[in-house]
C-alpha cells in the first residue's frame, strides 16, 4: 500500500470513528443551543488539530503549530478510550432495549443519566490522562544481568547504558534532554547505546533549542554509539545526521566497530531504508571470536539475529503500545513487544523507550533506562 493510499484509508476511519464519537456525545448533551454551539467547535478543533499542524507547520509560527500538535497528539491517545466508552453505553442501551435491565429511577431520568455517563468519560479521561502523565515523566531504569559465553584475551564485564524512542523535538525538548542525559550518566556506563529514534520528526527544532549540545554531555569509557530509526526518516533524515555527528555521536549504518578488541557493535539502517542491507552482509568481516552486539531499531525477523550467532540484539520502535491495550495490538505485528527474551544462545531486548508520540501519557507501561551488566564468560 503506497503512502497515499495509506493516508486515505486512515483519515477515513479516523473520520468515521470521530463522527461515531461526536453523535455519541451530542446525544448525551442536553438540548441546549449554547451547550452545543459550544460542543461543536471544540470537537472540531481537538479532531483535526494533528492534520492542521502537518498542514500549516510551514506557514504559520511554530507555537501555534506546537499547541495544534499537543491538541492533536491528546486527541489521538484520547480518542480509543472515547471509542471504548461509547461502544459500552450503546451495548448497555441495547441489553436494555431487548431486556428491560433499567431501574425505574434510570428509565424515569434518562436524560440525565446519560449526561452523568458522559460527565464520568470525561472525569476518567482526565485521572488517566494524570496519572499516564506522571508514568511518564519518571522514567524507570531497568537493571539487566546477561552473561555471553564468548571472550577474548581481555575478558570481563561492561556496563552498557541503553535507550531508544527518545523523539526529541517539541514534546520531548532540551528541558527534559537534561534530566535524560544525567540519569544516563548516572548510571556509569562504559558505553551508551541509543537504538533508533533519537529524533522525532522536526529536525528544525531540535536544531533551535540547540540540543547538540546537550547530546554531547553523556559520559562513558567507549563513547556514545546510534543507530537511526523510522522517524530518522519520516524528518529530514541528512540533518538528523548532521546533528548526530554534530552530537559527537558515532553513527552505525550497516556497519560495525570493534570496542577495544573486547567486543563487536554492529548497528543495522532502519527498515525504512530499501537498501538496508542483510545482516549477515553487516558482519560479514567481523571477528567471529569476540562477543556480538547489534542495534536493530525494529524488532523484525528476530530469526535472523539467531542464524547470524548474534550475542544480544537491542531494539525499541514498540513503545509498548504506550498505552492499554494497544501492547496488546502491536504484539500482533511483532513476535516481541517488549522486554528480555532468550532465543537459543542469543539475547534479545525490546526496550518500551525513553520519550514517546503524540502525547505525554502513558498508561499501563514506562518510559526507561536499560543497563546491562553484561559479563563475558
Known amino acids: 500500500m503506497n503512502k497515499n493510499l495509506f493516508f486515505l484509508v486512515f483519515f477515513a476511519a479516523f473520520v468515521a470513528l470521530s463522527w461515531y464519537v461526536f453523535i455519541s456525545g451530542y446525544l448525551a448533551l442536553p438540548d441546549n443551543s449554547i451547550v452545543h454551539a459550544v460542543y461543536i467547535p471544540v470537537f472540531v478543533l481537538c479532531s483535526f488539530s494533528f492534520f492542521l499542524a502537518f498542514s500549516l507547520e510551514k506557514v504559520m509560527r511554530r507555537s501555534i503549530v506546537m499547541i495544534f500538535e499537543r491538541i492533536g497528539g491528546f486527541w489521538m491517545i484520547s480518542l480509543f478510550y472515547f471509542i471504548a466508552m461509547a461502544l459500552l453505553g450503546d451495548l448497555i442501551w441495547l441489553t436494555n432495549y431487548l431486556f428491560g435491565i433499567y431501574p425505574d ?187 556480538l552486539i547489534v542495534m536493530d531499531h525494529q524488532p523484525v525477523r528476530l530469526s535472523d539475529a539467531v542464524e547470524n550467532k548474534v550475542d544480544l540484539q537491542i531494539s525499541g520502535h514498540t513503545h509498548n503500545g504506550q498505552i492499554v491495550p494497544f501492547n496488546y495490538v502491536v504484539s500482533l505485528f511483532y513476535e516481541m513487544v517488549y522486554g528480555y527474551k532468550k532465543k537459543e544462545n542469543t539475547h534479545f531486548y525490546v526496550s518500551s523507550g525513553l520519550g514517546l508520540w503524540g502525547a505525554p501519557i502513558r498508561l499501563g507501561t514506562k518510559s526507561e533506562i536499560v543497563c546491562f551488566e553484561i559479563d563475558f564468560i
Not at 115 to 128: D, H, N, R, T
Not at 203 to 215: F, T
Not at 238 to 263: G, H, M, T, Y
Open 105 to 291: 429511577f434510570i428509565t424515569k431520568n434518562l436524560n440525565e443519566t446519560e449526561l452523568a455517563y458522559f460527565g464520568l468519560v470525561i472525569f476518567l479521561l482526565i485521572l488517566f490522562s494524570i496519572i499516564g502523565y506522571l508514568h511518564f515523566r519518571s522514567p524507570a531504569i531497568v537493571k539487566l544481568k546477561l552473561s555471553i559465553s564468548k571472550r577474548n584475551g581481555n575478558g570481563g564485564k561492561i556496563n552498557a547504558v541503553a535507550v531508544s524512542d527518545v523523539h526529541l523535538g517539541d514534546l520531548i525538548n532540551r528541558k527534559r534532554l537534561e534530566k535524560y542525559v544525567e540519569m544516563i550518566n548516572g548510571c556509569n556506563p562504559d558505553i551508551i547505546l541509543i537504538a533508533g529514534d533519537l529524533f522525532d520528526r522536526n529536525m528544525e527544532s531540535v536544531r533551535k533549542q540547540n540540543m547538540q549540545e546537550v547530546l554531547k554531555k553523556l559520559k562513558s569509557k567507549y563513547g556514545t554509539y546510534a543507530i537511526l530509526g523510522n522517524h530518522e526518516y519520516i524528518g529530514k533524515t541528512n540533518e538528523a545526521i548532521k546533528i548526530i555527528q554534530e552530537s559527537e555521536i558515532k553513527l552505525l549504518r550497516d556497519s560495525f566497530e570493534v570496542i577495544d578488541d573486547l567486543f563487536v557493535l554492529a548497528g543495522r539502517d532502519d527498515l525504512m531504508n530499501k537498501n538496508r542491507k542483510p545482516l549477515s552482509s553487516v558482519i560479514e568481516n567481523c571477528n567471529p571470536s569476540l562477543p
